[in-house]
């Protein structure tokens, strides 16, 4: 039982195409989260969502569009993709915005050619 | 402002010997502090937590990690290294208060393990 997936494990296209990460977790928490990790191991947090609204936005594109169909669900989708955009990104969760731990799926590679 | 920093990005023990891994807050508010481990293309898993109780916290794996405020320190040790402990390992420092906070990473600190 895996408590956060990410499909596809890896990813990639050229520049200027439009791109989706799927993330799902079963753990029942309320709250999910989008990680982009840099070539230099650096992890930022991108957005946050709570009972399917958006939390944190923090200064990241507009090319980029968090979408949760519902609480288990957290897309990350991507418009006119740039060769910067290239990295790991993590999706995570945890209990509600007030928990702490936060659980982490295996990360989504992607490379922009 | 909230920060984080890893005082060490690699570090390189025998097995069998003790593990340090460093690092120092910086934080307004009374931190809530973590290490998390990412094994070679892995996800992130926490390792231990420090919320405001206990200032020596013991974590999995054989991991623990002390706060120390008047160091604004949570060095992250273990007594004896393993081949499997070979991993990037995360300091992490939560932002804010409350409900409010956010996760800030340090920038890791890659352990490497000689046989």
């Known amino acids: 039982d895996t408590a956060v997936s990410q499909t596809p494990k890896y990813l990639v296209t050229q520049m200027g195409n439009d791109k989706s990460i799927k993330c799902e977790q079963n753990?029942?928490?309320?709250?999910m989260y989008w990680y982009k990790q840099d070539s230099k191991k650096f992890l930022k947090i991108m957005f946050s969502y709570n009972n399917k609204e958006l939390i944190i936005n923090e200064t990241v594109p507009n090319r980029f569009s968090p979408k949760s169909p519902d609480k288990a669900h957290l897309n990350l989708h991507i418009n006119s993709l740039e060769l910067g955009d290239s990295a790991v990104y993590f999706c995570?969760?945890?209990?509600?915005?007030?928990?702490?731990?936060?659980?982490f799926g295996p990360g989504t590679r992607l490379t922009v050619t | 402002a909230q920060s984080v920093t890893q005082l060490d990005s690699h570090v390189s023990v025998s097995e069998g010997t003790p593990v340090l891994l460093r690092c120092n807050y910086s934080s307004s508010y009374s931190p809530s502090l973590f290490w998390y481990v990412q094994h070679p293309n892995k996800g992130l898993q926490l390792l231990l937590k420090y919320t405001s109780a206990a200032t020596l916290v013991k974590g999995i794996n054989g991991f623990e990690a002390e706060f120390k405020k008047s160091e604004t320190s949570f060095h992250l040790t273990k007594p004896s290294a393993h081949m499997s402990d070979a991993a990037e390992y995360f300091c992490?420092?939560?932002?804010?208060?409350?409900?409010?906070?956010?996760?800030?990473f340090g920038k890791g600190t890659k352990l490497s393990v000689k046989p």
């Open positions: 753990l029942g928490h309320d709250t």
């Open positions: 995570a969760s945890s209990q509600d915005l007030a928990t702490y731990e936060q659980y």
């Open positions: 992490v420092v939560r932002v804010g208060p409350g409900s409010q906070g956010n996760l800030i």
